[in-house]
């Protein structure tokens, strides 16, 4: 038959009975949303970046300086290129004139210039300030509420001078390009700055300088321009195409792992099809055994349930698409403020496509199988389906099969930031589908060899967990995917809750202490003491600098930087130290002696040393206010990051930055009673100083773990209801052989109580499997991700875990009872008649 005489007869056919496909069409469709709109917010909240790029970095291009300002040779090149803005950020200690109540700020110094792009709106509520002042005192709405300030009536004590509040910030248009902040924002302007005596050498602060250029000017080629006029200057240069990008590579890593979890859900949706078609196709057995009375052969069968299958999956896929791009929108209005830019509505192709291809992969790869075994029984067989089934698939569909299941794994990784973790999670998901499929065989073996139990009841359960048409596996599969997926998440958020909560305050300390002054460290530690008596101390010398050169590699000669290696991105913490430092162990090489006076020496954090690809004796070559100091590795160390100590991860040796100007930092472990003393006196006495309070960290740390966890839990959350759709599709299509029994029973006196007590029984305990299934192997992948990945304790709570599995297998009970009310329902003398 040709083309549209095919699809002629797959209309009409399909028009008679669509419902039998509404399980594909439903699966599909939570699958390719859920993609769809993961993909499209990661698109969105991309695309807005790049789309605010200038306003964001507050320039064309942005010249960082650590510790110092530009010489006026180089400002002199940057204004030849464009319109120059300079400001300055620094974190300071900020204190109420009245109330004596202190917070750590980020204070920002502008000039006149400021904003080269967007708009920078303040809110004076005074008339008497309604024209910028000459000495300059806005703060954010965050600072003014935690001080309790008010315009033009309250003071802040900022380093050596108190300054009366101007205004409330109401927009700070770089704010998002600014990076992470421990503290409310203030602004002032530069000769206020100058006053306050924060800015002295070696105190710790950045200068940005911002270039507007003209519009034909190309921001990229300027930018190597400038690193060709000053190749040691250490700056770190960023243009507007990306000006914030470590929000980027958060959004892009976060999209990518949300949309491995969709594909994981839309694999679960995958046997909810096969499970659909399987029973659209048994309740189309007398139409197909008609077609093959009349003369069509197995390939005319395949072509016209094909046209429907794909037709259903087609209309299926377009409305997940439809809702997939509607997503970012809904996202933004219910939880804008948790994104860091609000995406507008736009159509994005790449998500959309990718999504698409997927849905219909997946279709395709679980629909055929079930097809297959469809065209290849003969006429008789099919009126014999009843009692008498085939599994049978021949080869060249399992070759379709497995074609389309790579190319979704092509797929998968061909589009992922970061192809080998996307090919390691394909291959963990396609590990646990064949793990979980063997159980359910086993279980499906193991119930058919047990013995058989003397009461009735429970004997006919047992049957029906092995019996022909039995959905054990399909549930098994399905339901351990979403379970042992949700079990897995609660493992992990668990952990890190009770990491934080119970172990970090145990390590941590009270403060950290910034930019204290080198000469009066010991006057430092005296106050310390004085105050909080038996307080312990832990001070060491703080720098910043960049990394230019490592094993010979120049890092600005680079096309593109290695894979982890996030201390090659702009400048970092440095430090020297005689002994090796408070939370790390030498694992490679060996420490320089106490009175080390040799050729500067460096060690490393062994992690870092590993995505360099560097080792004991190669060369590395910091820049330290625009002077490059060469270094030889001499050690590798395993740093406890999570101890919330002064962690470092290049430790250099006694001597190599004697030229430099420093200061030092400090860690601070004092009882509770005299935290508030501390706070107070040390912003007093020494005015450079910033006390930050670890705990407003661990808060800060905590709520963005929350938030990563409730992400991750919404995208898996699919994964169950598309489980919950495989169960009711199970149910359905097991309905017919299911009518069949409960009108035998029913003819042989069994009572409807008995006949859903038996289905209890069956239901009850393929929960209970699924739960125990579902618990080792979530907890086996939890176990990994938070020992192996994050360097936790493993401490999940058992209680939410038993909440866990307790909704899940509740959830299969459930549904599985009230998809056996029809059954019960079922007339024998109507029943008899259509079988």
């Known amino acids: 038959m040709n083309l549209p005489t095919l699809w002629r007869i797959a209309r009409r056919d399909l028009s ?106 303040r809110d004076s509520q005074n008339a008497e300030y309604s024209i910028t002042p000459k000495h300059r005192l806005d703060v954010g709405q965050a600072l003014a509420e ?82 060709a006029q000053f190749p040691s200057a250490g700056w770190e ?62 390939s005319t069968i395949f072509r016209i349930y094909m046209l429907q299958i794909l037709t259903v999956a087609v209309f299926a ?32 192709p790449v998500p959309l496509v990718v999504s698409a291809l997927y849905g219909l992969l997946i279709a395709i790869a679980f629909a055929l199988p079930p097809l297959a075994r469809a065209r290849t029984i003969p006429a008789a067989g099919l009126f014999r389906t009843v009692v008498e089934t085939s599994s049978r698939i021949d080869r060249r569909t399992l070759v379709a099969v497995g074609l389309a299941i790579s190319a979704v794994v092509a797929l998968a990784v061909g589009t992922a930031r970061e192809p080998l973790f996307s090919l390691v999670f394909v ?17 499906r073996a193991m119930a058919a060899r047990l013995p058989r139990p003397k009461a009735p009841l429970a004997r006919m359960a047992l049957a029906n967990m092995h019996r022909p048409g039995s959905q054990t596996r399909a549930l098994v599969v399905a339901l351990g995917l979403g379970l042992t997926l949700f079990v897995t998440l609660t493992a992990i958020q668990t ?113 870092v040393a590993e995505a360099l690809g560097v080792e004991v004796g190669d060369s590395l070559t910091v820049n330290v206010l625009g002077v490059e100091i060469p270094a030889k590795i001499a050690a590798l160390r395993t740093v406890k990051w999570e101890n919330f100590g002064l962690n470092y991860a290049l430790v250099f040796s006694p001597g ?30 020494f005015p450079s100083a910033s006390l930050i309070t670890v705990g407003d960290v661990i808060g800060q740390v905590s709520a963005l773990l929350t938030q990563m966890a409730q992400a991750i839990a919404a995208a898996a959350s699919i994964a169950i209801l598309s489980g919950i759709a495989v169960l009711i599709g199970a149910i359905a299509a097991a309905r017919q052989s299911r009518i069949y029994d409960s009108v035998i029973l029913k003819l042989l006196g069994a009572t409807r109580r008995q006949i859903l007590t038996a289905q209890a029984i069956e239901y009850g305990l393929l929960s209970l499997i699924l739960g125990l299934v579902s618990l080792l192997l979530g907890l086996a992948a939890g176990w990994y991700v938070v020992v192996e990945i994050f360097d936790f304790a493993f401490e999940p709570d058992p209680a939410m875990l038993a909440l866990t599995l307790i909704g899940g297998a509740g959830v299969t009970f459930l549904l599985g009872m009230a998809g056996s009310l029809p059954i019960l329902a079922a007339r024998p003398s109507e029943a008899l008649r259509s079988l």
């Open 656 to 685: 190599a930055f004697d030229s430099a100007p420093h200061n030092m930092v400090a860690t601070l472990t004092v009882p509770k009673t005299k935290e508030n003393a501390l706070a107070k006196a040390i912003p007093t006495a």
């Open 427 to 443: 291959a963990a998901a396609a590990g646990l589908l064949l793990l979980l499929t063997g159980l359910a065989v086993a279980i």
């Open 495 to 607: 952990s890190i809750n009770a990491e934080i909560r119970a172990r970090v305050p145990e390590r941590a300390p009270s403060f950290f202490a910034l930019d204290i002054p080198r000469d009066r460290a010991t006057e430092f530690t005296q106050l310390v003491q004085t105050q909080a008596p038996g307080a312990q101390i832990n001070m060491i010398p703080s720098l910043r600098g960049s990394i230019v050169e490592f094993a010979g590699q120049r890092v600005d000669q680079m096309a593109e930087l290695p894979e982890g290696a996030w201390v090659l991105r702009g400048d970092r913490g440095l430090t020297y130290s005689p002994v090796v430092p408070q939370g790390s162990e030498v694992s490679q090489g060996a420490w320089w002696p106490a009175n080390y006076k040799g050729p500067p020496l460096v060690s490393m954090d062994e992690r």
């Open 237 to 298: 240069i960023t243009d507007r195409s990306n000006g914030a990008p470590g929000t980027r590579r958060f959004i892009e890593r976060m999209g990518q792992f949300l949309t491995l979890v969709g594909l994981a859900a839309l694999v679960i949706a995958g046997i909810g099809v096969g499970n659909g078609v399987g029973s659209y196709l048994e309740s189309k057995r007398a139409s197909i055994a008609t077609l093959k009375v009349n003369g069509a052969d197995s």
């Open 16 to 121: 008679a009975r669509i419902r039998g496909l509404r399980l594909l069409a439903v699966c599909l469709f939570l699958g390719v949303a859920t993609l769809a709109g993961i993909g499209s917010l990661t698109a969105g909240i991309s695309d807005e970046l790049a789309r605010r790029g200038q306003v964001i970095l507050g320039g064309d291009i942005q010249i960082g300086i650590a510790q110092r300002a530009a010489s006026d040779e180089e400002k002199a090149a940057f204004r030849r290129v464009g319109t120059l803005s300079e400001t300055i950020r620094l974190r300071a200690m900020a204190r109420n004139a009245d109330s004596e109540d202190s917070t750590l700020i980020e204070l920002k110094a502008i000039d006149n210039a400021y904003p080269l792009y967007g708009r920078y709106r």
């Open 317 to 348: 896929i377009i409305a997940g698409l439809a809702v997939g791009t509607l997503v970012p929108q809904a996202i933004s209005t219910v939880a804008g403020d948790v994104l860091p830019v609000a995406p507008g509505f736009a159509v994005h």
């Open 146 to 227: 935690k001080l309790d300030l008010r315009v033009a009536r309250s003071k802040l004590v900022i380093g050596s001078v108190t300054l009366p509040v101007t205004a409330i910030i109401t927009e700070e248009p770089d704010r998002l390009g600014e990076g992470f902040t421990l503290g409310p924002v203030a602004i002032v302007d530069f000769e206020t700055l100058r006053k306050t005596g924060l800015i002295q050498p070696g105190s710790m602060y950045q200068s940005k300088y911002r270039i507007k250029l003209p519009a034909t000017a190309n921001p990229e080629t300027v930018a190597k321009t400038l690193e």
